[in-house]
C-alpha cells in the first residue's frame, strides 16, 4: 500500500533560448525556482544536423559543476556545436522540483 499522494509531484520545467552561430559552440545555464532542485535537464536544437555536438550538459548549482558528492543542484547547463551552415536557436532545459 502506498501512502496517499505520495506519487504526487509538483515537477515543472523550465528553459532557456540562446543563439548559436554556423560552427560555433555556444551555452547557457537555466535555473529553477528559489527553494527547488534540477531533477535533470538537457539540451537542443529544433532540428538536427549532422554535424551537430552537445559539448557539455550539466548540472548546476548556483551557475556552476558541482564540486561535491551529494550536492543539491538547482539549475542545469550546457553547450552545444552548430554543425549547420546558418545561426540556429537551441534550447537548454531544466525539470525542477521542490520535493
Known sequence: ?????????????????FAVAAGAVAG????????????????????LD???RVVLSEPRLGGDAPNAQGAVANGWGAAILNGAGDERTASVWVICSAR
Open 1 to 17: 500500500d502506498l501512502q496517499g499522494g505520495l506519487l504526487a509531484s509538483d515537477a515543472s520545467v523550465r528553459f532557456d533560448n
Open 28 to 47: 547557457e545555464d537555466v535555473g529553477c525556482p528559489a527553494g527547488q532542485r534540477a531533477l535533470g535537464g538537457g539540451v537542443s536544437f529544433g532540428s
Open 50 to 52: 549532422t554535424g551537430d
